[in-house]
């Protein structure tokens, strides 16, 4: 995953001072560096005999969705608030400083469903909890969950403990 570390940009103080931003776009415009975090995605996930991809807003979109259409499996998405327009259930979280809310419509897994939790990058693992918590609660099973870029200093995987995590490149 050298391409990758090579794509990513850091943009210091974005979106607030303090925080230096990894820009995953570069890796978006390089075609055969997209194929390879795919390939790599589904050798590593391939064990969890997933049924279904789930994606977090927004760049866990990106991944989430081409991984599934490689796949041939469903994708669902989780939203931040107000933005589904079916039936929705809500999960609360922990930000660095305030509270977000994730949502995701109530058909976006099913119970017993085998899931992988996709998204762009791992930091203090709040968002990712959230989105488990929120699939765990429609009955869903959470397989895996997989992520481009881990900060791993950050010690996020301290909440995911006892799930199954991937990270391609690490920090
Ligand atoms: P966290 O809940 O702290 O693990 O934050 C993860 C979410 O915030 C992911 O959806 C990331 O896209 C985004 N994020 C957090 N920190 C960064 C960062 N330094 N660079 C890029 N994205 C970040």
């Not at 979106?15 to 194929?35: E, N, Q, R, Y």
């Not at 064990?47 to 994606?55: C, S």
């Not at 058909?107 to 990058?121: A, F, Q, S």
């Given at each position: 995953?050298?391409?990758?570390?090579?794509?990513?940009?850091?943009?210091?103080?974005?979106?607030?001072?303090?925080?230096?931003?990894?820009?995953?776009?570069?890796?978006?415009?390089?075609?055969?560096?997209?194929?390879?975090?795919?390939?790599?995605?589904?050798?590593?996930?391939?064990?969890?005999?997933?049924?279904?991809?789930?994606?977090?807003?927004?760049?866990?979109?990106?991944?989430?969705?081409?991984?599934?259409?490689?796949?041939?499996?469903?994708?669902?998405?989780?939203?931040?608030?107000?933005?589904?327009?079916?039936?929705?259930?809500?999960?609360?979280?922990?930000?660095?400083?305030?509270?977000?809310?994730?949502e995701m419509h109530t058909?976006?897994?099913?119970?017993?469903?085998?899931?992988?939790?996709?998204?762009?990058?791992?930091?203090?693992?709040?968002?990712?909890?959230?989105?488990?918590?929120?699939?765990?609660?429609?009955?869903?099973?959470?397989?895996?969950?997989?992520?481009?870029?881990?900060?791993?200093?950050?010690?996020?995987?301290?909440?995911?403990?006892?799930?199954?995590?991937?990270?391609?490149?690490?920090?």
């Open positions: 995953m050298d391409s990758v570390r090579k794509l990513i940009r850091d943009i210091p103080d974005f979106p607030k001072k303090g925080i230096i931003f990894k820009d995953i776009t570069p890796v978006l415009g390089d075609p055969t560096t997209m194929a390879a975090i795919t390939g790599a995605f589904e050798k590593e996930i391939e064990g969890f005999k997933p049924q279904r991809i789930v994606g977090i807003e927004a760049r866990g979109f990106i991944f989430g969705a081409v991984l599934a259409h490689q796949m041939k499996l469903p994708f669902s998405p989780i939203r931040k608030p107000g933005k589904l327009p079916y039936q929705t259930v809500k999960i609360g979280y922990k930000l660095e400083y305030g509270e977000g809310t994730l058909d976006g897994v099913l119970k017993g469903e085998r899931v992988v939790v996709i998204d762009d990058l791992l930091a203090t693992g709040g968002t990712a909890k959230a989105a488990c918590d929120l699939v765990e609660k429609l009955g869903g099973k959470v397989a895996g969950i997989a992520f481009v870029v881990e900060l791993g200093f950050l010690g996020g995987r301290k909440l995911l403990e006892g799930r199954k995590v991937i990270a391609l490149t690490k920090y």
